[in-house]
């Protein structure tokens, strides 16, 4: 159980462009999802908080125009990278939280490579 | 704000036993986790404290001590495949994970 999806694993885009990544949960229900991101030989990094039906929160930092995030059910989270620029190349991973759960689930992670 | 520390490198003979060393400063906890982390994939967790004392699984045990902010990753009996990055992250208040830079351990037969 307490599985992660996220689509796509890898996306190759060009500067300018925007690119849309899915984080599922597929056996339980996610009232808190995460999204993170790691640049090579770095650690994760949180970027926001989403919780199902309510605005994002940013950490510090992060621009919340360029990294457009939706919790629009309780197993689906999307992160929109908009006007993706080469220094937004890095490897996005979302994880998720059960109600009752202290555990995150991480998903396997969407390699984004803005050329 | 957060702090975690941990080393950079360890390495260890196939076999052996390497402990990781983790220590921390944070603004609330809600336990400490240890993950490992292959290259190009997901961490997967390893572990999770949130008493003092230490658990047992296996091959791999975790130690926390709150009052003092530290906690070690034992790994036993190493394998070739353990070489990984193994990241110890501390859960603070609204169950935000904050995790250190990760630990790169290299096993060698």
């Known amino acids: 159980g307490a599985v992660v999806s996220q689509h796509p694993s890898r996306v190759i885009c060009k500067s300018g462009t925007s690119v849309k990544i899915e984080c599922r949960s597929l056996?339980?229900?996610?009232?808190?999802m995460f999204w993170y991101r790691q640049f090579p030989k770095q650690s994760l990094m949180l970027m926001a908080t989403?919780?199902?039906?309510?605005?994002?929160?940013?950490e510090q930092g992060v621009e919340k125009d360029k990294f457009l995030i939706n919790h629009a059910s309780l197993t689906l989270s999307t992160l929109t990278v908009t006007s993706a620029h080469p220094e937004d190349s890095s490897f996005y991973i979302c994880s998720a939280r059960g109600s009752r759960d202290y555990e995150q689930y991480f998903g396997p992670g969407t390699r984004l490579t803005v050329t | 704000g957060q702090n975690i520390d941990q080393p950079t490198e360890m390495t260890a003979t196939e076999g052996a036993i390497v402990q990781i060393n983790c220590t921390y400063q944070t603004s609330g906890f809600n336990g400490l986790f240890w993950y490992q982390q292959h290259a190009g994939e997901a961490p997967t967790f390893l572990s999770y404290?949130?008493?003092?004392g230490l658990e047992e699984k296996g091959r791999f045990s975790s130690f926390l001590s709150r009052s003092k902010g530290y906690s070690y990753l034992l790994l036993k009996e190493l394998q070739m495949k353990d070489s990984a990055s193994y990241l110890c992250a501390v859960s603070g208040n609204d169950y935000k994970l904050s995790f250190g830079a990760g630990t790169t351990v290299t096993v060698r037969a």
């Open positions: 056996d339980f229900q996610a009232t808190t």
């Open positions: 404290n949130v008493l003092d």
């Open positions: 989403s919780n199902e039906g309510s605005k994002a929160t940013y």
